[in-house]
């Protein structure tokens, strides 16, 4: 009889399997990556998200007045058109000319290009309308009772705001009304904050006019947006803007022109690798583009940023970002960095006619917070702020940073002018090979050690 055991191991055997299995685990992922097949002909399989073949053709759908696929005027026939081509993987939503009128946001997804038709296809902001919650709402709460609802419509994006009862801070939401009786209106979401009628809330027709959220891979190309920014309240750019994207990754953005929204032109908040190319950003009244809290490796290419507070305005922890080529011209402050923003390059950029600084490093918090690591080269930073205003304002404890081969002119005559100021605490700064002509001051050194 045979009694050998044919698949049974020696206790050797067994060490030594065990110890290539750990030995393999221990080399990690990026060794099992190395050692996998490569994949020469990739097919589209159920649940496979990794390898897609790159397809010659996807869904077009196109949207316009007349003679569309979806025909109509507003967000609702945009959104309709965004979410069809949603539910077969992705696709193209192709907004032909005319003009659009906005009562609520467009929403994008993974996967939707919107395409517009150059400044032929305008989305138009509806004026804004505001008023005061007339009875308490609390946090678990899915309506809210308006004082007054002239101008609220079923289908409306709406801000709300109130002063938090336990902290005294500012609490924002954004919600869509989508149902109503009366003076209620029941919201697309539960409140999640508390909206007492003792901390005076708000309601407003208030909302971004392209936004999304927690998604990825989508693209906006080559339509205007006009905020109607005479009617319409402001709002701060953290919560809104012209397009408004949160806790995003991989989002195009080109031949946009965004003008006269009554905040931000283009803000995005923890959002990473976001390219904005080719875009004339004017007349905006806040920022103008605002790469937002921890942004990584944002491209800002050949923009025209114009009239707006600030036209490049890197927040907070903003890194490994590039602004390269644009324009930024009649604005309060042509750029600004600051807190964590650190590693960045700015590059070959026109900062021009700025009516405080053309460029500002901001004081923060003092020491930890400021700024580091950014290179500031070969930009050309002409006639900034008035008979005593500073091309290049380092402030604060700001250190670390280089200004190299810049061209920093003033044409308007000497006056009070200051080429570069570092302030008293100001740290070490790399001025290297930057030319500095017309200014009373060329460079104005504060700094005590």
Sequence with gaps: MNTKQPFALSRRQLLVSAGGVAATMLAGPASWAAAMPEVKAPRSTAGDSIHEPNWDERLTLTVGPNKADIVGSGDKAIQAAVDYVVRLGGGTVHVLPGTYRLRNSIFLRKGVRLLGSGTDSVLFKEPSHETVLAADSDWFDQEVTLDSADGFQVGDGVILETKNPHTNGTDVLRRTLVARSGNRFKLDKALRKNFWTMMAPTISSRFPMITA????????????????????????????????????????????????????????????????????????????????????????????????????????????????????????????????????????????????????????????????????????????????GIAVDSQGVTANNSLVRNTIKETRGPAERTGIKLGEEVGAMDLVENTIEGFATAINDLRTA
Aim: aromatic share 6%.
């Design 213 to 388: 959220e927690e998604t990825s891979g989508f693209s906006v190309e080559n339509i205007a947006l006009d905020g109607n920014r005479n009617n319409n309240a402001n709002i701060n750019g953290n919560h809104a803007g012209g397009l408004w994207f949160q806790d995003c990754s991989d989002i195009s953005l080109s031949g946009l022109d965004v003008r006269n929204y009554n905040g931000d032109g283009i803000s995005f908040q923890i959002c990473h690798d976001v390219t904005v190319e080719g875009c004339e950003v004017h007349n905006n009244a806040d920022l103008g583009l605002h790469p937002g809290s921890g942004a990584q490796r944002p491209r800002l290419r050949n923009n025209r940023v114009s009239g707006s507070n600030i036209g490049i305005f890197f927040c907070w922890g903003v890194k490994y970002g590039l602004a390269e080529g644009n324009q930024v011209s009649e604005c309060n402050y042509g750029v600004s960095i600051g807190h964590h923003d650190d590693e960045n390059l700015v590059i070959n950029n026109d900062i021009q006619n700025s009516h405080i600084s053309g460029l500002v490093f901001r004081p923060e918090r003092g020491e930890g917070f400021t700024a580091k690591g950014n290179r500031i080269e070969n930009n050309r930073i002409i006639d900034s702020g008035g008979d005593t």
